[in-house]
């Protein structure tokens, strides 16, 4: 804070990459553990509000406020409605997988117990980190407004540069110096391995969530590399594809196939306009193309056991047994509970659709539905110059990109930091095109 909002803001995204690093671990709210990026955010929206009580340019004056605001407004408040009252009215009435700690999970192997919903500590630990994020969304919005966009870049090359070294200092199997920021309550799955290859998890507990984390940096900067030429974006999307790669992850493998998908449409849609490739684009692809060729031909048949493991075979695994009857009890939660969902923090599904029909139901689905369209589909007022739309088709990109692989694998309805990121960084360049206008 003392240098800035905006260095204030770069230094909490940077923290997102250690993902286990705690401030405090609190048992008597089950367990739950309070990310140092979490208390972070918490005290620079905190900061943000104070100082901006009494000014007459609030966030939520009629000039500002948008449709993506009210949704998300609305949403955070049935978000709230639920976890407190929707639980309450069906407690004891269905079956759900818990999300809170301390179920006995034994005896069904690895499918887990069933239990009697009712209420616990899931559900203020999700709702509170359902309003952290939203808050950070229109915190970010705010130090758009008034700091501009330059500092949104910078931010993500230090994030990124972050990432990596942790990705490092995993994969040289240094778990001593590792420990220091390795101190949530969460479950650490740390020497995993996928035919004798070892997943890389970072600064993360497991190797799903870093390969996420991962593949959405790399949708960022792939496109960023394409729109803007930047060799520097060129070479940390290529380390960030190494960092997918060795998670081992079939969301990361899921929300990677997207970033190849987008940048094949962009391509095509320069190409028709006449528009070139940019030349670090080309040495750069060609480098990543000769060495994933020549991996692939000195183990091709491990490639394909992989790939058999992790993405054609992959329903018929435990793991993806498992995540089907996750994904199936949300989906009769929402039917048991007549469409109105049985609170955030209620349940343990999979993939966006189920988590959310099960938690908020049809209310709380489509008010997410209006708000990530109008993310991502309402249109630009204006053309931006050079540096603002290398960020602002970035940041769509990232956006897609982890919303694909929520709606594959995520189990809590809970954005998160790095999702609001870039919806606000496409939110705030909006805005900043129409008051251009």
Known sequence: ???????????????????MLTAVNLPAVGGLSLKVSSVCAGL????????????????????NLSGSHIALILLIIYVVISAVINVRIFQGEIDVFSLNRGVDRSGKGAIGMLTRLHPGASNISQTFYMLLSSSFFFAVLLVIRRYGIRWIHRALIVTAVAHLVLFVLDALELDGLLSFIRTANYALLTHHEVHGFARVI??????????????????????????????????????????????????????AFFVVLILLIVIAQRTIVGAGIPRCFVYLGWIAGVLGMVFFMLNSALVEQILDSLIFNKASSASGQER??????????????????????????????????????????????????????????????????????????????TLMMKLSSATTPDPGFLLMLFAACICGIRQQAMELD
């Open 44 to 63: 620079l929206i905190v900061w943000l509000a104070i100082t901006h009580i009494r000014s007459s340019d609030h966030i939520f004056n009629h000039q």
């Open 1 to 19: 804070m003392w240098r800035g909002v905006p260095a204030a803001t770069t230094t909490i995204i940077a923290m997102l990459p250690f993902g």
């Open 324 to 401: 089907g009857l996750w994904a199936q009890y949300g989906l009769r939660t929402f039917l048991d509970t007549y469409g109105l969902g049985a609170g955030v923090g209620s349940i343990r599904s999979n993939g966006w659709l189920a988590v959310y029909l099960g938690s908020v139901g049809i209310p709380g689905f489509l008010l997410a539905l209006a708000f990530w369209l109008q993310v991502l589909l309402k249109p630009l007022s204006q053309a931006l110059p050079d540096e603002a739309s290398a960020v602002f088709i970035a940041c769509k990109t990232a956006v897609v990109v």
């Open 202 to 255: 970072g600064g993360f507990s497991e190797p799903s969530g870093y390969g996420c984390f991962s593949s959405a940096l790399l949708g960022y900067f792939v496109l960023h590399t394409f729109i803007s030429r930047s060799w520097l974006s060129g070479f940390l999307a290529q380390a960030l594809g190494f960092c997918v790669l060795l998670s081992f992850s079939s969301s990361a493998y899921f929300g």
